[in-house]
Nanobody
Framework: VQLQASGGGLVQAGGSLRLSCVAS????????VGWFRQPPGKERDFVAA????????YESDSVKGRFTISRDNSKNTVYLQMNNLKPEDTAVYYC???????????????WGQGTLVTVSS
């Protein structure tokens, strides 16, 4: 599975962005997919995850109520809609596929290259 994340950019605080993660490979539609982010100089943290059939979704406390994860298996794509962005959301955002039993842990088999989100105050 190869993953391509896109949709990052520069946005003012309070604005919105939608990230996309497009995958190649048949196993994507049966895989849990997650989004993680790595702020400058910090470790990579969990943001959100979605199971293969979208019956379960997970969000970190820091983004709950502002970010929404969704997927379209017909397009091999997972989205991260980010609303009411804050400067502390500035980070490189990575998508990952084929998570383990704990979807919030970085135990994913495949990772994309990351897309930079910068939120100005």
């Amino acid at each position: 599975v190869q993953l391509q994340a896109s949709g990052g950019g520069l946005v003012q605080a309070g604005g919105s962005l939608r990230l996309s993660c497009v995958a190649s490979g048949r196993t994507f539609s049966s895989a849990t997919v997650g989004w993680f982010r790595q702020p400058p100089g910090k470790e990579r943290d969990f943001v959100a995850a979605i199971t293969w059939n979208a019956d379960r979704r997970y969000e970190s406390d820091s983004v709950k109520g502002r970010f929404t994860i969704s997927r379209d298996n017909s397009k091999n794509t997972v989205y991260l809609q980010m609303n009411n962005l804050k400067p502390e959301d500035t980070a490189v955002y990575y998508c990952a596929a084929q998570g383990g039993a704990d979807a919030t842990a970085p135990n994913y088999g495949y990772w994309g290259q990351g897309t930079l989100v910068t939120v100005s105050s």
